[in-house]
C-alpha cells in the first residue's frame, strides 16, 4: 500500500525474535531527552496493549508515564490522509503479530506534524509462542526534505568509498530508509544500548550480513528491516 508520503507494507514473517533479547521499550538516549530520534514500542497480543518508551511518548507530544497508548490513541495521531491505510496495518498487527514496516506522518499533541518511519517484528516467548509485536520509531521529521536528498547522495558516496565500517553501516541505513547520516547514527546507537552490543560489533555485522547477501539494493526493505532488527543475535564474542 502507497500514498504520496508513504509506504505502508505487512511484512510476510521471517525468522522470529524472542522476548529473551528483547526488554522493554528502551530508548537510544542520544543528548538530551528533548532531541532523541529513536524509540522502542511493543503490541503485546495476550491483552491488547502497546507499551512506548519515553522517546515515542515524547514524539507523540506526551510526558513519559503520563498517558497509557491504545490503539485508538495511535489511531488519533496519524495524519488523516494516512489514518486509513495505519489502520490496516495495525488490525493485522493485532489479530496475527504481523511484522510491519511503514513510513508516515504523526501529529502531536501541540498539533506538530511529524514524518516518522515505524519498523515492527514478530515478539516469541521462548518456546516460541507468539506473543506480539516489538520495533522501533525513527522520527524523521525535522529538516525532513533536506534530510532525504542529503541521505541518498551521502549513502551512495559512503558506500563507494568504503570508508570505516561504522560509516559504512550508517551509510546503508541511510540508502534503505532515506534518512539522514545522524539519524542513521542515531540508529545503530540506540540498537547498541538496547542489545548491550558495541556500536561497532553492531556495525561490522551488519556491513558483513550486506556483504555476503544481495545486497542493499537487491534485498528487499522487509529483509533488511529484519535484518537490523536482529544483528546482535548473529554476533559471536562481544
Request: net charge negative.
Amino acid at each position: 500500500m502507497a500514498s504520496d508520503h508513504g509506504v505502508y507494507r505487512i511484512i510476510e514473517p521471517m525468522a522470529d525474535r524472542s522476548s529473551t533479547n528483547d526488554p522493554s521499550p528502551a530508548d537510544g538516549t542520544i543528548g538530551d531527552g528533548a532531541t532523541q530520534h529513536v524509540g522502542s514500542f511493543r503490541y503485546l497480543l495476550a491483552d491488547d496493549t502497546w507499551e512506548w518508551s519515553d522517546a515515542v511518548a515524547r514524539m507523540h507530544g506526551y510526558e513519559p508515564g503520563t498517558v497509557s497508548p491504545t490503539t485508538e490513541l495511535l489511531l488519533q495521531h496519524k495524519h488523516p490522509d494516512d489514518k486509513e491505510h495505519i489502520a490496516v496495518v495495525l488490525e493485522a498487527v493485532r489479530s496475527v503479530g504481523k511484522p510491519f514496516s511503514s513510513r508516515h506522518r504523526i501529529i502531536d499533541t501541540a498539533g506538530q506534524v511529524k514524518h516518522v518511519a515505524v519498523i515492527g517484528d514478530r515478539l516469541l516467548d521462548e518456546d516460541g509462542t507468539l506473543l506480539g509485536t516489538s520495533g522501533f520509531y525513527l522520527d524523521l521529521s525535522d529538516a525532513f526534505e533536506e534530510e532525504v536528498r542529503e541521505g541518498v547522495d551521502l549513502a551512495v558516496n559512503a558506500l563507494a568509498e568504503s570508508r570505516a565500517v561504522i560509516e559504512q553501516a550508517k551509510g546503508a541505513l541511510m540508502l534503505v530508509y532515506c534518512i539522514s547520516a545522524q539519524h542513521a547514527f542515531e540508529v545503530l546507537a540506540w540498537r547498541s544500548q538496547e542489545t548491550n552490543v558495541k556500536l561497532r560489533t553492531l556495525a561490522e555485522q551488519l556491513v558483513a550480513d550486506i556483504t555476503s547477501g544481495p545486497g542493499t539494493e537487491a534485498m528487499s526493505r522487509a529483509a533488511f528491516d529484519h535484518l537490523l532488527m536482529t544483528l546482535h543475535e548473529r554476533v559471536v564474542g562481544d
